[in-house]
Every structure is written in structure tokens, then in C-alpha cells.
């Protein structure tokens, strides 16, 4: 078995994926079929967001991926300019 | 056309599937296929593209947490490893080459 920080870590992610997952299905798959006037819905923001907030992290993160790599090759081309 | 079903490539039977429920879900969703959904179930689906991919997305995050949890580590075999190794670079190190 992992130790210390690997487990935390792990199980960490685990929990976070979990909740992630059981709030999304509650908010797209178990609210319509429940009452408007139940008081869980305050829970929940207005379904549009549903599609937008992981829209905006997809996005999120591609812009990451993308100027994490433009880093990468600029660092990389100045170390070859330097051994030139 | 069963033939060709043999020689499809990995990519083309993805893309095939993709095609056949993204059509599915878009005749659905418009209203296309002139079915009267109850409005519930309109409501569900029209974010499914969306929930799937939150879906795939927290499998792969659960899995890769849950591997990293469970990974068997040998702590001993990781120790004798770095003395292994600190051993070879005084060796090299006296042989005269620099790290």
C-alpha cells in the first residue's frame, strides 16, 4: 500500500470525484423529476449552468495545457540558444 | 457492408458511434422526431452531452486517486535503490567523471 502523503492524496481524489459526481446527477438527472416548490432546489443554481460552469472549466484548462506547453518550448528554446 | 465493419479502424467505429448518438440526441432534443417528451425528461436531456462528459471526467479522476492510494510501494527495495545509487556516483566520481 501508498503511504502518508500518496494515500492522502489519493483518497482525496477519490472523495472530490465523488462529490463532484453525486451533486452533477443530482442537479441534471434527479431535479426535473422533482416538485418546483421542494425546498432542495435552493440548493442548486439555475440549470443553464449545468452546461456552462463545465464549459468554462473545459475551457479553463485547455487554455492551462496550452500556455503551459508555449512555457515549455520557449524555456527549451532558450536553452539551445544558450549551447549554441 | 459486414466486411467493412472487419477493417474499420479503432477511430472510424468511435466516430461512427459518436455520429449515431449525437444524431439521436440532437433529433431528440429539437424535436425533430416530432415525439412529445414530457418536460421533465426534456429537461434532462438536453445537458446529457455535457453530463456525460462530467461523468467520464470524474471516473478518470476517481481512478487515478484510487491507484495512487492503492500503490504497493516497497519502501526497503526504493532505500537500497538510492544507496545503490549513491554508491555508483562515488565510484564514477573517483573515476574522474563529473555530474
Known amino acids: 500500500m501508498a503511504t502518508g502523503t500518496d494515500q492522502v492524496v489519493g483518497l482525496g481524489l477519490v472523495a472530490v470525484s465523488l462529490v463532484i459526481f453525486t451533486y452533477y446527477t443530482a442537479w441534471v438527472i434527479l ?9 432542495i432546489h435552493k440548493y442548486f443554481l439555475p440549470r443553464a449552468y449545468a452546461v456552462a460552469v463545465p464549459l468554462a472549466a473545459g475551457l479553463l484548462l485547455l487554455l492551462f495545457v496550452g500556455v503551459f506547453i508555449i512555457y515549455v518550448l520557449l524555456k527549451n528554446q532558450k536553452v539551445t540558444k544558450k549551447t549554441q | 457492408m459486414t466486411l467493412r465493419l472487419v477493417t474499420m479502424t479503432k ?22 422526431l416530432g415525439l412529445e417528451l414530457p418536460s421533465s425528461c426534456q429537461e434532462v436531456l438536453w445537458p446529457l452531452p455535457a453530463y456525460l462528459l462530467v461523468s ?44
Open chain 1, 31 to 39: 431535479l426535473p423529476f422533482i416538485d418546483s416548490q421542494h425546498v
Open chain 2, 11 to 32: 477511430l472510424a467505429q468511435w466516430l461512427w458511434a459518436l455520429a449515431l448518438l449525437g444524431s439521436a440526441w440532437a433529433a431528440l432534443t429539437m424535436g425533430a
Open chain 2, 56 to 99: 467520464a471526467g470524474c471516473y478518470a479522476l476517481g481512478t487515478v486517486g484510487y491507484r495512487v492510494a492503492t500503490f504497493h510501494d516497497c519502501e526497503d527495495a526504493a532505500r537500497e535503490l538510492q544507496s545503490q545509487i549513491q554508491e555508483a556516483r562515488a565510484d564514477l566520481a573517483r573515476r574522474g567523471m563529473r555530474f
